[in-house]
């Protein structure tokens, strides 16, 4: 009844709604028709084993206009802050203004280009599933999630310091036109995926830590 409801209601207010927006309401509503569909073909059981999967149709509903916009910020106010302090522990002198870092014989501006917010959403996903495939406790499924966010931004920062470096210490053409500028998206998404696996590694441990602590008093007891 939601889902019918938004695809009728969709309609009318099609003229005063942002088309990014209308299509989210759109695609929110199929995802949900679907949903029920599978409720009522498969049964609450049915749809309690299959919610994981599930859910993960929200990803393909475009994010409102409001909502993409606040996130895009987010991004690249927190790939600012780790350019900053990466261009620090280089020793590379810079003036900074807001996004804009003036650097010896180069500007940098980080825009929402640079925010990451694909490769952040991939990397999200990533770690959800990484999360429900080698993880038990929700608590740690959780942490995993949300430290996509801090590793997407230290990604982005990465990049572009690596970029404003070579720029200044090789050739300008790796800040504005290079294979590693256009094409290096995939490399530093292995990277944070690095960054990644060591949490994972310690989460996976911490979670044995009590079965592994009940095996031994079991023995010795």
């Known amino acids: 009844m939601i889902a019918v409801g938004l695809l009728v209601y969709a309609g009318p207010i099609s003229n005063g709604v942002v088309g990014l927006d209308l299509l989210s309401i759109k695609a929110f509503a199929v995802v949900i028709l679907w949903m029920a569909v599978f409720l009522l073909f498969y049964g609450v059981d049915g749809f309690r084993i299959a919610l994981f999967p599930l859910l993960f149709l929200f990803f ?3 994010m409102p206009e409001a909502l993409l916009n606040m996130i895009v910020a987010t991004l690249q106010r ?9 261009f620090k522990l280089t020793g590379t002198p810079f003036f900074r203004d807001g996004f804009m870092f003036s650097l010896p014989g180069i500007s940098v501006e980080i825009a929402r280009q640079c925010s990451g917010i694909r490769s952040s959403l991939a990397l999200l996903i990533t770690c959800l599933l990484a999360g429900h495939l080698m993880l038990e406790s929700k608590w740690g499924k959780l942490v995993l999630a949300l430290v996509a966010v801090p590793i997407a931004m230290v990604k982005n920062a990465i990049r572009i310091v690596t970029l404003s470096m070579l720029a200044i210490h090789v050739d300008q053409k790796y800040l504005l036109d290079s294979d590693l500028h256009r094409d290096g998206g995939v490399l530093f998404f292995m990277l944070a995926l690095l960054l990644m696996w060591p949490l994972l590694w310690v989460l996976r441990r911490w979670e044995r830590k009590p079965a592994a602590i009940a095996e031994t008093r079991a023995q010795c007891k």
Not at 78 to 86: D, P, T, V, W
């Open 60 to 62: 393909m509903v475009p």
């Open 78 to 86: 927190g790939s600012a802050e780790a350019s900053a302090i990466l």
